[in-house]
């Protein structure tokens, strides 16, 4: 199983990237797909996931309105759309799979049996 993130990068600060999240050897139509952050000194904090069982998707407070997750099924892709960056995004951003995640405990590390490398995303002016 591999989890590879892509997109990551440098952005003026109200900027927007788009991360990647590619999986192989797991099959998106069974597996709960969610991002997670980790700044510079802080823990690992969960962003966004979504559903693999009926595309529903939830967002951590820090990021709603911004922040918008989806998937290709076709291609085994998840991707995360974030806009209005601000310097508090900087971090790097991890995508990882779960086979099965509870609606409320979808931003627990624990949940999850495989995760990415990560990707950086520096907001700076």
């Known amino acids: 199983v591999q989890l590879v993130e892509s997109g990551g990068g440098l952005v003026h600060p109200g900027g927007s990237l788009r991360l990647s999240c590619a999986a192989s050897g797991i099959d998106l139509d069974y597996y709960n797909i969610a991002w997670f952050r980790q700044a510079p000194g802080k823990g690992r904090e969960g962003v966004s996931c979504i559903s693999s069982s009926d595309g529903s998707t939830y967002v951590a407070d820090s990021v709603k309105g911004r922040f918008t997750i989806s998937s290709d099924n076709a291609k085994n892709t998840v991707y995360l759309q974030m806009n209005s960056l601000n310097p508090e995004d900087t971090a790097v951003y991890y995508c990882?799979?779960?086979?099965?995640?509870?609606?409320?405990?979808?931003?627990?590390?624990?949940?999850?049996?495989?995760w990415g490398q990560g990707t950086q995303v520096t907001v700076s002016p």
């Open positions: 990882a799979a779960a086979l099965r995640v509870g609606i409320l405990a979808w931003s627990a590390i624990g949940e999850y049996d495989y």
